[in-house]
Every structure is written in structure tokens, then in C-alpha cells.
């Protein structure tokens, strides 16, 4: 069954059939790859992401670099740590597409999350992002920066991580109870090591 890809534009030629991503408030971007190879693949998520695309003559398309210190320099380092390679492959996917997913977004001025300085990020900019969307997703964004923060401290583009001084959202069912019986249920889920939001 085909994938619709999100602001993917097909536009057939007289000679060939080109494909264009088009992200509102920013310029289109042609991918150049034969659609539906990995190459391909990667050049779309480069453009969604707001990466720039290199081609050479003789020599197949490659992703720029990411400006240094930016979000996506340093989800790229996280990637590459051991603690992302030690994840089994279903999590690894899980997190390399919640972190896609979040570079993609932009801010009020159009501009993508992926270009923002990793340094400026802190806890209210985090607890923003936490609380965009669903529960479920704003805590794994917390998650998943908690141990991209880890993995850029080394490299010095961050001098601390901020994702830790942030707790989980707590789930409808998960809030407390006002009732009388509330003080004895919450003590015995205590005593039963059920604490929302630990890390």
C-alpha cells in the first residue's frame, strides 16, 4: 500500500517526473533521487527538516552538514552514541521519528525547530513543547531529550541538561482523586512503587 508523504509534490515533465517537498513558509526544495530509493528517502526528510541538499556532477546527493550547535547537530550526536546503537531496533525507529518529527515543526516565525541554537534550550521551552500535543508524545519528547542532552554534554554544546528538571504530564485517570478514600489509594500505590512520572 502506497505512503502519502506529507508536502511531497509530484510534478511530471515532458522528460521526467519531479518531485518537490513544499513546507508552508519556506521555499520548495526538488529532490533529485530516483523516488522511493533510500536515497531519495533521505533527501525528503532532509528537506522537511530544513537541512540543506548537496549535488555534484559525478557523485550522489548527500545532506549538508547540520549547522553546528544547532537542534539537529545535536540530535545527529545522539544518533550516533552508544546510548541510541544499544536500542533495539523498534525504539531506535520510535526515536529517530519523534525527533524528525519535532525538527520539523516551526515557530511563529516560520522558522524550523531543527535551526534553533541547542544551547538556548531550558526547562520552559521543553515543558512547551511537552505540552503541544497528546500525553503520551509530550512525555516521550521529554524522554528522548533527557538522553539527547546526555549525549551532547560531552561535546560541549550544552553546558547542562534542562530535560531533567522537567516531569511527565500525568494522564487523565492518573490525577488526583479529591475523594475521602484519595490519601489511602494514593499510599498504597506508593507502597506498590506505582509514582507517576519517574524517570
Given at each position: ?20 517537498v ?17 536515497e531519495?528517502?533521505d ?6 527538516s ?27 550526536i ?6 541510541f ?33 541547542f ?11 511537552r ?27 550544552c ?28 499510599t ?12
Amino acid at each position: 500500500m502506497p505512503i502519502k508523504l506529507r508536502y511531497l509534490e509530484h510534478n511530471p515533465t515532458t522528460t521526467d517526473d519531479r518531485y518537490f517537498v513544499r513546507v508552508p513558509g519556506r521555499k520548495r526544495v526538488r529532490l533529485y533521487g530516483a523516488p522511493g530509493t533510500s536515497e531519495w528517502l533521505d533527501e525528503y526528510k532532509a528537506a522537511i527538516s530544513g537541512s540543506s541538499i548537496v549535488r555534484s556532477e559525478n557523485r550522489p546527493l548527500r545532506r549538508k552538514a547540520s549547522v553546528a550547535g544547532s537542534l539537529r547537530f545535536a540530535v545527529e550526536i545522539y544518533y550516533k552514541s552508544d546510548g541510541f546503537k544499544l536500542l533495539d531496533a523498534r525504539t531506535q525507529r520510535l526515536r529517530r521519528n519523534l525527533l524528525d518529527r519535532l525538527c520539523e515543526r516551526t515557530n511563529k516565525k516560520g522558522e524550523p525547530y531543527a535551526q534553533q541554537p541547542f544551547r538556548a534550550l531550558d526547562a520552559a521551552k521543553i515543558i512547551q513543547w511537552r505540552d503541544e500535543g497528546a500525553v503520551e508524545t509530550g512525555n516521550s519528547i521529554v524522554k528522548v531529550l533527557r538522553q539527547g542532552f546526555k549525549a551532547a554534554v560531552p561535546h560541549r554544546i550544552c553546558a547542562g541538561n534542562p530535560a531533567k528538571d522537567v516531569s511527565y504530564r500525568l494522564r487523565r485517570s492518573q490525577a488526583l482523586d479529591c475523594s475521602p478514600s484519595a490519601p489511602l489509594r494514593q499510599t498504597e500505590g506508593l507502597s506498590e512503587g506505582r509514582i507517576s512520572g519517574s524517570s
